[in-house]
């Protein structure tokens, strides 16, 4: 069975810091582009940042100099390292993977909210 388990999201003020963990089983963890996503209320999904399996990464520009993807292999984990958070960084954050054959998973989500 395929999962993938956000978590680590929580009440943090401005300034603050997160660090968002998503653990995946169920496949072939190195095969896969491994992506967090978010959505704020009212609001489309957006990519935040995305690791590649030859280890490329990109970050969207909102987030370029605060937030820091990793990934640890032997735990078939992703961590999105988030500091100097905002209120607009406000929303369910989601990881995705993405790999052969179009293949294509989601996480449950896990809730940030900043407080001004």
């Known amino acids: 069975e395929v999962q993938l388990q956000a ?4 009440l943090v003020q401005a300034g603050g810091s997160l660090k ?5 089983s169920g ?3 190195d095969d896969y582009a ?6 704020a209320p009212g609001k489309e999904r957006e990519g935040v940042s995305r690791i590649t399996s030859d280890g490329s990464i990109s970050y969207a520009d909102s987030v370029k100099g605060r ?5 640890d292999n032997a735990k ?14 406000t929303a369910v954050y989601y ?3 993405a790999g052969p054959g179009g293949s294509d998973y989601w996480g449950q989500g896990t809730q940030v909210t ?3």
Do not use: K
């Not at 978590?7 to 929580?10: A, F």
């Not at 968002?20 to 995946?24: D, E, F, K, V």
């Not at 937030?67 to 990934?71: D, E, G, H, K």
């Not at 078939?76 to 390292?81: E, H, S």
């Open 76 to 89: 078939n984990t992703v961590y999105l390292q988030m500091n100097s958070l905002e209120p607009e960084d």
């Open 114 to 116: 900043v407080s001004s």
């Open 67 to 71: 937030f820091t993807i990793s990934s």
């Open 34 to 39: 491994i992506g967090w996503f978010r959505q």
């Open 95 to 97: 990881c995705n993977a």
């Open 7 to 10: 978590s680590g999201g929580g």
């Open 20 to 24: 968002l963990p998503c653990a995946a």
């Open 27 to 29: 496949f072939t963890f």
